[in-house]
Structure formats: C-alpha cells, structure tokens
C-alpha cells in the first residue's frame, strides 16, 4: 500500500513505478460494464460496433482511466488524491498490452496542502499513448 | 447532424443514490484493483478509513445510476453508437464511502464542433455532494459526437 509521499523528498521528473497490465479482455469488458453501469452496448457487442463502423468492440475509455487511478494510488494513498484527468487520445482494443506510466512534473502550495502535480499514461503494445492524463496528490 | 447550442446551460434533474459495498468490489475486479481498503472493512480501518472508501473512478458508477440515464444523448438527440468519450477530470473535494448517500447535479457546460462539424465535443459538469449536503467532488466528462453526415456531399 502507498504511503503519503513526503515533499520535501519529491522531485520533479521522479517516475512513477510503471505497471504493465494483462492483455485487455473481452471478460474484463463484460465486468466492467457492469461494475461502471456503462452499458453502452459498443463495448460488448460486436455485432453492435460493427454496425457503427468499428471492426470489433474496444474498452470503455474509462476503464483505463480506472487503470490511471490505479498507479496514482499506487503513489499516493487514495484520501490524498485531489485530481485526476485524463484526455482519451486513442482506442484500446481486445487484447491490447497496456502499460502505466507517470512523473511528476510540479511541486506547489495551495490552501495550505502541499501538492503534487503528476503527469500520467496509459501507452499500448506499439507505443501510442491511449490516455494522456494529469493526477494532483497531496503530500505530507 | 449539427448540435443545438442553446442546450448548454441546460440542467438534468437531480438523483441520489447510495454507493454499494457488491458495485464496488465488482468495479475494482474489473478494474484489476486488489488493494484490500476497497472491500475489507478491516483493512480499510487499519489504513484510517471511516468505512470502505471507492476506487477515484468509482464516481463513474455513481453518475451512472441517474435513473433518467442517457439524458444528454435524448436531449441532444443523438445516437448512443456515435459518441465517443473525449476527456473526464474529477475534483476531489471530500472521500465517498460504502454507505454513504450521493446527490448527483449534471449540467452542460458548453458545445463546440471541430473539423469543419465532423466532431462534436459536448462539456457536461456534475456536482457530487453527500448525505450531509458536503459537495464531495466535481466531475466534467467531455462526450465525443461523430457526425455521420461528414464527408458526404
């Protein structure tokens, strides 16, 4: 379990220990439907992408942002999160390799929190970025 | 397809709900989230935790129990195969645990297209506040409308 980071430790361009994920799943797509209550059918059903133009169903873009929230309580304990956002800059597929990434990139005060602004991803098997997402935790 | 921008502005109706302890432990198996403080009332004590707190994006599965959900796609009449999810942030003001009761407040923020009208980006914002009235976060999702009508003359 993460532990507060201390500010005084921190420094811009730490990493953040990557995580790399199993390969997207259409089984982990079926729980995630559920869990969320996102219930577009796009995601589950190929017969219902495919009617839209897609070659086969994808993850809920915000599966992987679950999966950004992840690393950021891998870094920091989840009371000390205080913003998470992300842009969804690709589609994730079945099957898929993800692997999570991030740095910090500031250190700041504000309303009296000492915080820490981290810039996270989301980068599939080829390289591409499919979240390009920012994080902001509290420190001690 | 063109987007009226006389919706933003527009209010949803508000809902509350309650956050589940079963809702959460499914999110987090699908997540891949195996940190015991999300379903072990135990371990989530022992880390200074009131209750079972929720995974960052758990707030996802609370906006979506609105029961009127798919309000913005009926408003802005717009086919659920067609949209795409462009950007969420959330503003964490306050945790949310196992137990307690959210009120959920959406509202469009603003509409815009790109692309000479090939992509439609809609901004929604949903206040969060629990059973006390404590606004408990912010969440701003921005919903992706691919046109169906671009490219054809």
Known sequence: ?140 | MQLDKKHVGHEFKAFTTAVEAGRVKLFCKAIGEEDPIYVDEAAAKAAGYRALPVPPTFLQAITNDDPEKGGLLRLLNVDIGLILHGEQHYDYYAPVHVGDRITCQQKVVDIYDKKGGALWFVVSETSMKDQTGKPVAKATGITVVRNPDAGKK
């Open chain 1, 1 to 140: 379990m993460a532990t507060v980071p201390k500010f005084d430790q921190v420094k811009v361009g730490d990493a953040i220990k990557p995580i790399v994920l199993p390969p997207i799943s259409r089984h982990q797509l079926a729980l995630y439907c559920g869990g969320s209550g996102d219930h577009n059918p796009i995601h589950v059903d190929i017969d219902f992408a495919k009617k839209f133009g897609f070659k086969d169903v994808f993850a809920h873009g915000m599966l992987s942002m679950g999966f950004l929230g992840r690393l950021v309580t891998s870094y920091a304990p989840r009371d000390r999160i205080r913003k998470l956002g992300t842009r969804f800059t690709s589609i994730t597929w079945v099957g898929d390799v993800i692997t999570l990434s991030g740095k910090v990139t500031g250190k700041r005060e504000e309303n009296g929190e000492k915080l820490i602004d981290l810039e996270i991803k989301c980068t599939n098997q080829n390289g591409q970025d499919t979240l390009q997402g920012h994080a902001t935790v509290a420190a001690a």
